[in-house]
């Protein structure tokens, strides 16, 4: 007997082999207990009943989506910014003169908590809406131990109090703060000696991120932060190769990274040193679209070496204000040339590797019983359309 079984549904399970990954079955069923897939299969073959049986008139059912890569928690917004650009500034001007990201450093750090955490809301639910089930949240816009712990814990605020799971990653080292101007080296220090053992010790941070990139932090700095999240057994990944080749999917290979995201700039070793880590890429099609970057990443190389592809919002206030992640699909595709297969195995099973949790990603049995459901046709809609609202039902551990 099972706790919860949907019926009349078709499945993609994300759990196929390599030549049909997608593992599709028509007129399926999923049945649940205690929040786990406990079967999953033909509905003919269901072997038993439940308590709770719901018709899913025909909808697509896949693992409940995962947006692995976002900076979701942030004060204020860079709408301002965002016309300045139009009117000719690049992004690197912008953040050279203090704007940037440090304004929204100033923003969060002036917000307190449930500010903070009223402003994330509406954005987490834009995500939840379309079948997200799991968010990674980046903190890095405090620069201070006080403000980076406040994004961390109100980023575990959103989990408790919402029906989503959510993965925390300590980003200090993602630019210099004001009080440090000039400074860098010291501030690596002060990230590596202090906020960094300092956030590990609160269980805050389920990860380490660093923003390496010529207008961020150099591969030396970042393998100082990396070799402290190693001490403070703490996983990392790496902002790597966004805007020039730094060596920085190498670096990440080098650490085990779980993954290393953007890679627009990577040479084709880098990533391959990257597949035989078994890191994941994280490829982030709207911070290459709001930025007009013209460097594609290596797709070719990806495929080549068999290194999984992630795909994932970059949600932040200045290079992706993107709160659609069926968008990203799209974008994905249209933009890196993705198959269908390869953007929504980004948001399943890749992204669940991207950030270590091999729990959630695929309908299997044993796993979460995290789900979304569809009304489309058939799975190429979710990258196909541009805007629409297809997602019908939602279950987090088999609530929902
Ligand atoms: N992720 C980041 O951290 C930076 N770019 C990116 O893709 C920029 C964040 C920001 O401008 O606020
Ligand atoms: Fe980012």
């Known amino acids: ?40 299969g033909r509905r003919q073959d269901l072997p038993g009943g439940a308590a709770q049986v719901t018709d899913c008139h025909g909808a697509w059912i896949l693992p409940g989506l995962i947006d692995c890569h976002t900076h979701l928690i942030f004060g204020g917004d860079r709408a301002a910014e965002f016309e300045r650009r139009l009117a000719g500034a690049s992004y690197e001007e912008i953040a050279r003169a203090g704007g940037g990201i440090l304004s929204t450093v100033r923003a ?10 009223r402003a994330a809301e509406p954005r987490l639910a834009g995500l939840m809406a379309e079948g997200v089930t799991t968010v990674e949240i980046k903190s890095g816009y405090g620069l201070d131990l006080e403000t980076e712990l406040k994004q961390l814990r109100v980023a575990r ?9 959510i993965a925390t990653t300590l980003l200090a080292a993602h630019a210099v703060p004001p009080e440090f101007a000039g400074r860098q080296a010291d501030y690596v220090r002060h990230v590596a000696e202090a906020i960094l053992p300092a956030a ?11 923003f390496s990139d010529r207008i961020a932090f150099t591969p030396e700095e970042t ?11 703490l996983p990392v990944k790496l902002h790597a190769d966004q805007l020039c080749d730094y060596g920085g999917a190498a670096l990440a290979a080098r650490y085990g990274a779980l993954s290393a995201d953007h890679l627009e700039h990577a040479h084709a070793e880098g990533l391959a040193a990257m597949a035989r880590a078994g890191s994941v890429a994280v490829l982030l099609p709207g911070a290459f679209y709001v930025l007009r970057e013209e460097r594609r990443p290596d797709i070719a ?29 799209n974008l994905a595709c249209t933009l890196f040339r993705l198959t269908v297969a390869e953007a929504l195995l980004g948001v399943t099973r890749h992204a669940a590797a991207a950030l270590g949790l091999s729990d959630r990603g695929r309908l299997a049995t044993g796993l979460r019983c995290d789900l979304a459901l569809y009304r489309i046709g058939r799975p190429a809609e979710l990258c196909y359309w ?11 551990a088999g609530r929902g």
């Open 1 to 40: 007997m099972f706790d919860r079984i949907w019926l009349h549904a078709h499945l993609a399970t994300m759990d196929g082999p390599a030549e049909a990954p997608l593992g599709i079955v028509e007129d399926g069923a999923i049945a649940s207990r205690e929040g786990r897939i406990a079967w999953v």
């Open 108 to 117: 969060t750090r002036a917000a307190d908590e449930d500010g903070l955490l």
């Open 157 to 165: 605020r959103l989990a408790a109090e919402h029906p989503v799971e």
């Open 200 to 210: 590990a010790r609160t269980g805050l941070a389920d990860a380490v991120d660093v």
């Open 223 to 233: 393998a100082r932060i990396f070799d402290a999240a190693r001490a403070a057994g």
């Open 301 to 329: 190389a990806m495929r080549a070496t068999g290194l999984r592809m992630a795909v994932a919002s970059d949600m932040n206030p200045g290079s992706s204000p993107a709160l659609s992640l069926l968008l990203m699909l």
């Open 386 to 396: 541009i805007g629409g609202d297809p997602c019908t039902g939602r279950v987090v």
